[in-house]
Protein backbone atom coordinates (compact mmCIF):
# COMPACT_ATOMS: atom_id res chain seq x y z
CA UNK A 1 0.00 0.00 0.00
CA UNK A 2 1.44 3.74 -0.76
CA UNK A 3 -0.52 6.64 0.68
CA UNK A 4 -0.37 9.93 0.03
CA UNK A 5 -1.38 12.59 3.00
CA UNK A 6 -1.66 16.35 2.63
CA UNK A 7 -1.90 18.99 5.16
CA UNK A 8 -1.62 22.40 5.08
CA UNK A 9 -4.68 23.60 3.32
CA UNK A 10 -7.21 26.19 4.64
CA UNK A 11 -8.59 29.89 4.38
CA UNK A 12 -6.17 32.74 3.64
CA UNK A 13 -7.20 36.26 2.65
CA UNK A 14 -5.84 37.48 -0.70
CA UNK A 15 -2.30 38.06 -0.53
CA UNK A 16 -1.89 35.98 1.96
CA UNK A 17 0.71 32.60 2.64
CA UNK A 18 -0.15 29.17 2.60
CA UNK A 19 1.68 26.29 2.88
CA UNK A 20 1.00 22.64 2.02
CA UNK A 21 3.31 19.94 2.44
CA UNK A 22 2.63 16.43 1.39
CA UNK A 23 4.30 12.92 2.65
CA UNK A 24 4.18 9.65 0.59
CA UNK A 25 4.26 6.42 2.96
CA UNK A 26 4.41 2.83 2.38
CA UNK A 27 6.19 0.37 -0.07
CA UNK A 28 7.91 2.34 -2.13
CA UNK A 29 10.76 1.72 -3.81
CA UNK A 30 11.89 5.35 -5.68
CA UNK A 31 9.84 8.74 -6.42
CA UNK A 32 10.25 10.09 -9.48
CA UNK A 33 8.04 13.17 -9.94
CA UNK A 34 6.38 15.12 -6.87
CA UNK A 35 3.73 17.73 -7.39
CA UNK A 36 0.66 19.81 -7.02
CA UNK A 37 -2.88 19.87 -9.03
CA UNK A 38 -5.73 21.64 -8.23
CA UNK A 39 -9.43 21.15 -8.88
CA UNK A 40 -11.54 24.59 -8.98
CA UNK A 41 -15.73 23.81 -8.92
CA UNK A 42 -16.54 22.99 -12.18
CA UNK A 43 -13.18 23.12 -13.69
CA UNK A 44 -10.67 20.15 -14.67
CA UNK A 45 -7.76 19.59 -12.84
CA UNK A 46 -4.76 21.58 -13.36
CA UNK A 47 -1.37 20.91 -13.22
CA UNK A 48 -0.23 23.70 -10.28
CA UNK A 49 4.05 22.79 -9.94
CA UNK A 50 6.10 19.77 -9.77
CA UNK A 51 9.47 18.51 -9.37
CA UNK A 52 11.49 15.62 -10.29
CA UNK A 53 14.32 13.67 -8.76
CA UNK A 54 16.53 15.96 -9.63
CA UNK A 55 15.47 18.97 -8.69
CA UNK A 56 13.82 20.37 -12.23
CA UNK A 57 10.49 22.32 -11.94
CA UNK A 58 7.56 22.75 -13.92
CA UNK A 59 5.50 25.09 -12.53
CA UNK A 60 1.92 26.64 -14.64
CA UNK A 61 1.93 30.14 -15.58
CA UNK A 62 -0.76 31.13 -13.34
CA UNK A 63 1.57 30.77 -10.37
CA UNK A 64 5.04 31.17 -11.16
CA UNK A 65 6.49 33.89 -9.42
CA UNK A 66 3.97 33.46 -6.54
CA UNK A 67 4.61 29.48 -5.49
CA UNK A 68 7.33 27.88 -5.13
CA UNK A 69 7.55 23.74 -5.26
CA UNK A 70 10.44 22.23 -3.03
CA UNK A 71 10.89 18.14 -2.27
CA UNK A 72 12.54 16.16 1.04
CA UNK A 73 13.62 13.48 -1.12
CA UNK A 74 14.77 11.68 1.91
CA UNK A 75 11.35 12.13 3.80
CA UNK A 76 9.38 11.13 0.75
CA UNK A 77 7.40 14.94 0.78
CA UNK A 78 6.59 17.70 -1.34
CA UNK A 79 5.90 20.94 -0.29
CA UNK A 80 3.83 23.82 -2.17
CA UNK A 81 4.73 27.24 -0.48
CA UNK A 82 1.72 29.60 -2.12
CA UNK A 83 2.30 33.35 -1.31
CA UNK A 84 0.27 36.76 -2.87
CA UNK A 85 -2.70 34.28 -3.17
CA UNK A 86 -5.49 35.21 -5.04
CA UNK A 87 -9.34 34.60 -5.46
CA UNK A 88 -8.89 33.20 -8.51
CA UNK A 89 -6.29 30.10 -6.37
CA UNK A 90 -9.45 28.93 -4.90
CA UNK A 91 -9.33 24.86 -5.18
CA UNK A 92 -9.06 21.63 -3.93
CA UNK A 93 -4.89 20.84 -4.06
CA UNK A 94 -4.26 17.02 -5.05
CA UNK A 95 -0.79 16.01 -4.54
CA UNK A 96 0.93 13.63 -6.98
CA UNK A 97 3.32 11.31 -7.05
CA UNK A 98 4.57 9.60 -10.05
CA UNK A 99 6.16 6.26 -8.35
CA UNK A 100 7.63 2.77 -8.05
CA UNK A 101 6.41 0.39 -5.40
CA UNK A 102 8.83 -1.82 -3.60
CA UNK A 103 9.54 -5.05 -6.11
CA UNK A 104 7.80 -3.88 -8.77
CA UNK A 105 9.59 -2.59 -12.38
CA UNK A 106 6.77 0.16 -13.35
CA UNK A 107 6.07 3.64 -12.38
CA UNK A 108 2.59 4.39 -11.39
CA UNK A 109 0.66 7.63 -10.89
CA UNK A 110 -0.49 8.24 -7.22
CA UNK A 111 -2.88 10.89 -5.89
CA UNK A 112 -3.63 12.36 -2.12
CA UNK A 113 -7.12 12.48 -1.25
CA UNK A 114 -7.33 16.18 -1.67
CA UNK A 115 -6.97 19.75 0.57
CA UNK A 116 -9.39 22.71 0.19
CA UNK A 117 -7.59 26.18 -0.24
CA UNK A 118 -9.95 29.38 -0.22
CA UNK A 119 -9.18 32.51 -0.59
CA UNK A 120 -12.59 34.61 -0.34
CA UNK A 121 -13.74 37.63 -1.81
Known amino acids: QVQLVESGGGLVQAGGSLRLSCAASGSIGSINVMGWYRQAPGAQRELVAT???????NYADSVKGRFTVSRDNAKNTVYLQMNSLKLEDTAVYYC???????????????WGQGTQVTVPS
Open 96 to 110: NAVLRRSGSHSYTNY
Open 51 to 57: MDTGGST
